[in-house]
């Protein structure tokens, strides 16, 4: 398709880095996007775009960031990283209507549902394409970890459920198994995120209609079954947004709405059961390799020449099984590094404890990684659901564009924008971590021993994560 530009893209960064051609990079690099937008190859137009930037600075520099951060923590007083992250509380009154914005958000559901089936199938039309991976998948999971529990007031399946409940006076027969804990969740997101990065059309109007429609009557059969502990831990969705929730700003704190450093709620939070904290792993082991997936680096492991890829239908196993191994990975790579920096503080705490201790810590690397991944997805595809709205409601016609990435000035504030957000989660996860460590009660030496190999961990995600967002893409 465009992956020929690309590639030339991607010789001319290995080049000299001369103004000139970094210019003619950049341009084109901008006409690869707006090719991207045009056709949806996947469920939003490309989540990146080769950047003629000196990157290798800008990973040397978040990386040196989050290192100083560590070494800040080592030298400033013991309690001062749980200090950064106390709230504020601030008057609110609370909205007593209640339900009433499930109902609507699932009969919004309904009907872009069916929209998805009887509409056109034009993804970059139909609104059910456009409302699921731009307004949903990116604006509405990035403003539920900016600010906080949105998603509560307006989850399509409470009011619903509960307007059964008093119609028919339903009772829940089934008592969810304590043991399951959010393990069902764990399975719901990985089914989620191979539907995403494998299904050959996932932006296509009738099979999304499809997976949506099915996906809510399925969670409200197992609501009505097992009673709201489904919601709060086999409904993946639910359990995502309840997870980005901690790391907004605005909460609850000793029955009062509180403001606070992003994060504030990761220590406010009662400790994450075994299910939880791998849930949270793949938050962003599933993120992470939505960006891998689709570069020249991962088009080579494959032997796919990205010059002539032969869509993603021929990749559907293999992104499958790397989704599954960039996962375990993660896992085992972030439960190797608290192993290892309990052996070195002398610590005896179990892996399962760790584990669970300090996983919340990565939601900051996690959300992160989400804004900065879909940003540039968000300026373009955002400007196509503005278009259906406009068109929806008669106030003309509203012209997409993307002539803002045909220059560098507005280049390289994305990568720029896109290179600060996720370095800044990188430094709330390390605070977060050391926070927690210092609660154990062990002194301030001990925690920053112990919190090395994370540390360093951090450190590597941050360099891998500014890699991937500039690094070049086939697919």
């Known amino acids: 398709m465009i992956a020929s530009r690309l590639a030339r893209a991607g010789q001319d960064r290995a080049g000299t880095g001369e103004r000139g051609g970094r210019m003619r990079v950049i341009a084109l690099s901008g006409i690869c996007l707006a090719l991207m937008a045009g056709t949806l190859w996947a469920h939003a137009s490309e989540q990146g775009f080769v950047l003629l930037l000196p990157t290798d600075v800008y990973i040397a520099a978040g990386g040196v960031t989050v290192a100083l951060t560590v070494v800040l923590l080592a030298v400033l007083p013991g309690g001062l990283a749980e200090a950064l992250f106390r709230p504020a509380p601030v008057p609110w009154m609370r909205p007593r209507v209640r339900h009433a914005a499930s109902v609507l958000a699932a009969l919004l559901l309904g009907w872009l549902v069916w929209r998805g089936l009887a509409g056109t199938r034009d993804p970059l039309v139909n609104p059910l394409p456009l409302v699921i991976w731009v307004v949903f998948w990116i604006g509405l999971v990035s403003a539920q970890g900016l600010w906080g529990d949105l998603w509560r007031g307006i989850n399509p399946w409470t009011g619903p459920a509960a307007i059964m409940r008093r119609i028919t006076g339903w009772r829940a027969p089934l008592r969810y198994p304590r043991r399951a804990g959010h393990w069902s969740g764990v399975l719901g997101l990985l089914g989620f995120a191979g539907f995403l990065l494998a299904d050959p059309a996932p932006a296509d109007p009738g099979r999304l209609a499809m997976a949506v429609g099915l996906y809510w009557c399925a969670m409200l059969v197992g609501l009505l079954a097992f009673g709201p502990a489904w919601l709060l831990r086999a409904e993946a969705v639910t359990v995502l947004m309840r997870?980005?929730?901690?790391?907004g700003i605005a909460g609850r704190a000793g029955g009062r709405l509180a403001l606070g450093l992003p994060g504030w709620q990761v220590l406010a939070a009662p400790k994450a059961g075994a299910g939880l904290a791998v849930f949270i792993l793949v938050m962003l082991g599933s993120g992470s390799f939505d960006g891998l997936n689709e570069t020249f680096w991962w088009l080579g492991v494959l032997g796919?020449?990205?010059?002539?890829?032969?869509g993603r239908s021929a990749v559907v196993l293999p992104n499958l099984l790397g989704l599954m191994a960039a996962n375990a990975a993660l896992v085992a790579a972030f439960a190797a590094c608290l192993w290892l920096g309990e052996r070195i503080a002398g610590g005896q705490a179990s892996l399962r404890a760790l584990f669970c201790f300090y996983a919340p810590t990565i939601l900051p690397i996690a959300l992160a990684y989400h804004i900065a991944h879909y940003l540039?997805?968000?300026?373009?595809?955002?400007?196509?659901?503005?278009?259906?709205?406009?068109?929806?409601?008669?106030?003309?016609?509203?012209?997409v564009t993307t002539g803002f990435l045909n220059t560098p000035g507005p280049v390289r504030l994305i990568w720029l924008g896109q290179a600060g957000v996720v370095v800044a989660g990188h430094v709330i996860?390390?605070?977060?971590?050391?926070?927690?460590?210092?609660?154990?009660?062990?002194?301030?030496?001990?925690?920053?021993?112990?919190?090395?190999?994370?540390?360093?961990?951090?450190i590597a995600y941050t360099v891998f994560g500014l890699w991937l967002l500039a690094a070049p893409r086939g697919a």
């Open 429 to 458: 996860a390390i605070l977060l971590a050391h926070a927690l460590a210092m609660r154990t009660g062990r002194g301030a030496r001990r925690a920053v021993l112990g919190q090395a190999p994370l540390a360093a961990f951090m």
């Open 243 to 247: 997870a980005y929730a901690r790391m």
């Open 304 to 310: 796919l020449n990205p010059l002539e890829f032969p």
């Open 376 to 399: 540039t997805a968000f300026l373009v595809d955002g400007q196509y659901v503005l278009a259906a709205l406009s068109n929806a409601l008669g106030l003309g016609h509203v012209h």
